[in-house]
């Protein structure tokens, strides 16, 4: 097999691995259903006076526009993928 025959393959297997990555970051990170966040606000409670105040700390969340641009950067690789590797007839060459 040479190397134009596997091009389209491994675009492919790409898309794959791009779509299931950045579907798994965005599990992991908490399936956030608004927009991404790199600082995250808790809430701590203040013993002597009882008030709860808010603390930010750094942390990535991943939010849906992360999840849409990687699910279509994966099928974008896909679809190129299986525009190269359909067969051709002599008609269209």
């Not at 990555?21 to 399936?31: E, P, Q, R, V, Y």
């Not at 750094?58 to 099928?75: K, N, P, S, T």
Request: with cysteine.
């Amino acid at each position: 097999m040479n190397n134009a025959a596997r091009f389209p393959k491994v675009l492919c297997t790409t898309a794959w691995i791009v779509s299931l990555a950045t579907l798994g970051t965005w599990l992991f990170t908490g399936a956030h259903t608004g927009w991404t966040q790199t600082r995250v606000i808790t809430l701590q409670h203040d013993e002597i006076t009882g008030i709860e105040y808010p603390v930010f700390h750094d942390a990535f969340v991943a939010g849906v526009e992360f999840l849409a641009a990687g699910l279509v950067i994966g099928a974008a690789l896909a679809a190129f993928g299986l525009w190269l590797g359909r067969k051709r007839t002599a008609a269209h060459v």
